[in-house]
Every structure is written in C-alpha cells, then in structure tokens.
C-alpha cells in the first residue's frame, strides 16, 4: 500500500514536469495572434476576412487608393465648327496636372452585382458609357451604380459604328440613347464615346445636336493580358483616360481587370478621379 501511494505522487510529479516542460518547448502556445505574432505583424490576422475598416484588401490591393483631390465642376471648353456651329470637342485625355486618372467602361452587357460592392467599398468613381442593346434590360443595375456617384454616359443604341452613315442614322443612335437613358434613369449625358472609336465630322454635328458637350475616346486600354496604349508613352499618366472594355473571351472578369489597373495606377503614384467632375 505505501508503495502505491508512492508511486501516485511520483506520477504527479512526473505530470507536472511535463507539463512544464510543453509550455517551455512552445506546444502549448496562445491562441492569441498578438501574443503570438506580436501586434504589428497580427494585424494581418483576420479569421474572417479583411477588416471593415480595409476593404481595399478585399479587392486585392495592398493599400488604399488615395483620394482624388476635391475640385469644383469645370466647364469644358468647346470647340467652334467653320461654319459657326459650336461642336463637341474630341479627347482621349484630360489636360491636368492632378495625379488622376479616369476609369470609363463601355457597353454594359457586364452586371456582375459584386462590382456594386467594389464600387462602393472602395468609393471607387467610374463611368459608364452604355449601350441600349447591351445594357438593357438590366438598368437597375446601372441605377444602383449612378447611385453611389458613377456617371453615367451615352454610348448608342445599337453599337453601330457611325463614321459614314448619313446624319438622320448617327442622330437616330445618338439621340435616341439620350431619351433611353432619360426614360430609365432620368439622365441626359453631355459625354458621348463613339462606338469602336469612330466618327467624323457628321458625328460631332449630330451629337451636339443631342446635347453632347464632349467625344471620350481614350489614350490607355485593358486587355485581357495587359495595357496598351493608342500613343505616347507606354505608361500611365495624369490625365489618362482609360478604357476598361466588357470582355468577350473566358478571360478575367471586370473586378479582377479593375484590380488590375488599380495595382498600376498605384505603382504609378496616381489616383482615379471623376471624369465627370473634371469635363462638365
């Protein structure tokens, strides 16, 4: 009977000792990130996902986007026609000196509703240059958009190209997405983007005639693979207006082109501003 006795207080001891000896060697560590990690490094930690507070990490950037600078509504300067018609002026960029570039997506066939939620959590100013053909009947979801600020911008009925056709077509087009979009969403655009980038001077006539103050081609455009750009350097800069086109392939969807870009336009000290706010 002593012996047993003995025996069960040496097999106390001999559990305390190990147990000791786990706490030591680490097999016993916090669940704690930051008694374990150390507070900066468990910062990264989230066993849920990224924190509200960040939700550029949601989108695949590793820091946020700046913010554009705050800036009063331009007038955009117009350019007169020989015959004194006042015509839209034509621009792929934006002469600025503003570390900004612009983000402008064409045709709406792409209503992916998490590129709502990217817009939004990342306050992400776009524009959104539509197409009745493609855009309809899913405007709510460009409703949602212009909601949290995207502007929203005229891009034809049909996605004809228009360079060529007779006056009556070109307004037809033009015009009549205007009164679409003013149906749908109650908007009149003063932007307009020719489909396929084409136009001639019929063009500029009938959209002035439709209220458009402007012709937003683009100095930079998304491939499914990279950048290219139409001339000038072969990178970004200040007053780039960038083409994020719907893809017609299996490709990446827009969010991750989006993200894309967004990674670029950091790594180029940039930001993305409102078009809209800089050419009304």
């Given amino acids: 009977m002593p012996a047993r006795g003995g025996g069960g207080r040496l097999g106390r001891g001999l559990a305390v000792l190990l147990a000791s000896a786990l706490l030591l060697t680490g097999c016993a560590q916090s669940v704690d990130p930051i008694e374990r990690l150390g507070k900066k490094a468990a910062e990264g930690v989230h066993p849920t996902g990224p924190a509200p507070d960040r939700p550029y990490l949601r989108w695949g950037l590793t820091e946020p986007l700046a913010r554009p600078p705050r800036r009063a509504a331009r007038t955009l300067a117009l350019a007169p026609h020989t015959a004194g018609r006042v015509l839209p002026r034509v621009m ?99 932007l307009f983007r020719p489909p396929y980038g084409s136009y001639d001077t019929t063009t500029l006539r009938a959209a002035s005639d439709c209220g458009i103050s402007a012709l937003v081609l683009w100095r930079t455009a998304v ?39 967004l990674r670029r336009v950091q790594q180029r000290g940039l930001t993305v501003g409102s078009l809209e706010n800089y050419l009304q």
């Fill in 92 to 190: 792929d960029h934006v002469p600025t000196r503003d570390r900004v570039v612009f983000l402008t997506y064409d045709d709406g066939a792409d209503k992916d509703p998490r590129f709502v939620d990217m817009v939004r959590e990342l306050r992400l100013p776009v524009s959104m240059f539509l197409t009745d053909s493609a855009a309809g009947p899913g405007y709510g979801h460009f409703a949602r958009l212009h909601r949290l600020g995207a502007g929203i911008e005229n891009h034809t009925l049909d996605h004809r190209a228009l360079s060529g056709l007779p006056y009556a077509g070109q307004r037809a087009e033009i015009c009549g997405q205007q009164d679409r979009l003013g149906s749908r969403l109650g908007l009149r655009p003063h």
């Fill in 223 to 261: 491939t499914p693979t990279d950048l290219v750009y139409t001339h000038g350097p072969h990178h970004l800069r200040p007053g780039d207006i960038i083409l994020i086109g719907p893809d017609e392939t299996t490709g990446p969807s827009l969010r991750e082109r989006t993200t894309r870009v």
